[in-house]
T-cell receptor, first 112, second 116 residues
């Protein structure tokens, strides 16, 4: 049972355009959400997070949007750069367990 | 430099030959965890530890063992590896307290294991 789903295995965008990565979750107890970025031959690194009391969090070119009623979050990268090419993992946790559940990952390719 | 160090980074072994993947962190983190990454399945938790001598199963613990005798080390043990344990393994750590569920996880660089 995949509680956190990233239904797009891959995404390709042109440099300078917007990248939108999507994530859906099923467990209504999740109240904290994170995005991690992973380059080949490296471990995932934290990118940005959002609490369920917010619907938007912005950090430079990266913005995460949360739609609790739809149990959906998205990561926007504007403008996209070739260095953003990586695998992006969505993750969710709840105050009750503290356990982090990851999605399957989306591979983003930003073309020059 | 704050880091999580895993060894070996790459390993090819045969079915049934016991192996240990070591993990060490230098950030004095209480929480440590092991994940495996498989195509189409993302990162799945194998075992985690809230502190020294405190370990618990994650989502896919079968075939694995762990120990936490020291705060900085959290080795993953495969007593009798099988081909379905061929995967990319990540160790991770974080600080806990009131940041248990919001704290950032720090990952090692990964250990690619192939079991023939």
């Amino acid at each position: 049972d995949q509680q956190v789903k990233q239904n797009s295995p891959s995404l390709s965008v042109q440099e300078g355009r917007i990248s939108i990565l999507n994530c859906d979750y099923t467990n209504s107890m999740f109240d904290y959400f994170l995005w991690y970025k992973k380059y080949p031959a490296e471990g995932p690194t934290f990118l940005i997070s959002i609490s369920s009391i917010k619907d938007k969090n912005e950090d430079g070119r990266f913005t995460v949007f949360l739609n609790k009623s739809a149990k959906h979050l998205s990561l926007h990268i504007v403008p996209s750069q070739p260095g953003d090419s990586a695998v992006y993992f969505c993750a969710a946790s709840s105050r009750n367990t503290g356990k982090l559940i990851f999605g399957q990952g989306t591979t983003l390719q930003v073309k020059p | 430099e704050a880091q999580v160090t895993q060894n070996p980074r790459y390993l090819i072994t045969v079915t049934g030959k016991k192996l240990t993947v070591t993990c060490s962190q230098n950030m004095n983190h209480e929480y440590m965890s092991w994940y495996r990454q498989d195509p189409g399945l993302g990162l799945r938790q194998i075992y985690y530890s809230m502190n020294v001598e405190v370990t618990d199963k994650g989502d896919v613990p079968e075939g694995y063992k762990v120990s936490r005798k020291e705060k900085r080390n959290f080795p993953l043990i495969l007593e009798s590896p099988s081909p379905n344990q061929t995967s990319l393994y990540f160790c991770a750590s974080k600080s806990v307290g009131d940041r248990l569920y919001t704290g950032e996880l720090f990952f090692g660089e990964g250990s690619r294991l192939t079991v023939l």
